[in-house]
T-cell receptor, first 110, second 113 residues
């Protein structure tokens, strides 16, 4: 299975943009890139997903490298409520498994 | 949006007893339900995958006789921890997969004393 590598932790200041990186050098052509986040004592929450093109939604943007070996989740203006563990996950096409890596713990400072 | 209701949110039980955790997909049909376990400061570990009307598929190292999963309908799946021991204390999370993709429950914190 393709795996992802993320920094253990990152810090950001409130109202500043945050770029959360994810390396997935063994990604295959049909793997989707998913991002979820988990607040303390809660289940994961969907953030965004993509395949090849960059994606935007109301929560975030996903920038995918041209070779797809890495991607970056962009929070345009971090708020205190964005403090969470962010997981970058590869989902194999036609396989519903969703397996989590270690994730990045984002701390947002006021 | 899609919602998965998970109950109870927390439970304390005595060692040797069984505990049932329930997950309902409220506004979609979950063709597949995933069950995860999360220990403090660790990531989610997939325990088992169940398809409606079929037996669950367990991950390596997860005892199927201890963690009983029932997925009798497209909107309800249950996980029963049988003969619970303190080492089973953890945060259990379900996820339903359907037309909206993956939707996670809010989790159940199990403490076995």
């Amino acid at each position: 299975d393709a795996k992802t590598t993320q920094p253990n932790s990152m810090e950001s200041n409130e109202e500043e943009p945050v770029h959360l990186p994810c390396n997935h050098s063994t990604i295959s052509g049909t793997d989707y890139i998913h991002w979820y986040r988990q607040l303390p004592s809660q289940g994961p929450e969907y953030v965004i997903h993509g395949l090849t093109s960059n994606v935007n939604n109301r929560m975030a943007s996903l920038a995918i490298a041209e070779d797809r070996k890495s991607s970056t989740l962009i929070l345009h203006r971090a708020t205190l409520r964005d403090a969470a563990v962010y997981y970058c996950i590869l989902r194999v096409y036609n396989n519903n498994d969703m397996r989590f890596g270690a994730g990045t713990r984002l701390t947002v400072k006021p | 949006g899609a919602v998965v209701s998970q109950h109870p949110s927390w439970v304390i039980c005595k060692s040797g007893t069984s505990v049932k955790i329930e997950c309902r997909s409220l506004d979609f049909q979950a063709t597949t339900m995933f069950w995860y376990r999360q220990f403090p400061k660790q990531s989610l570990m997939l325990m088992a995958t169940s398809n409606e009307g079929s037996k669950a598929t367990y991950e390596q190292g997860v005892e199927k006789d201890k963690f009983l999963i029932n997925h009798a309908s497209l909107t309800l799946s249950t996980l029963t921890v049988t003969s619970a021991h303190p080492e089973d204390s953890s945060f259990y999370i379900c996820s339903g997969f359907g037309a909206y993709g993956y939707t996670f429950g809010s989790g159940t914190r199990l403490t076995v004393v």
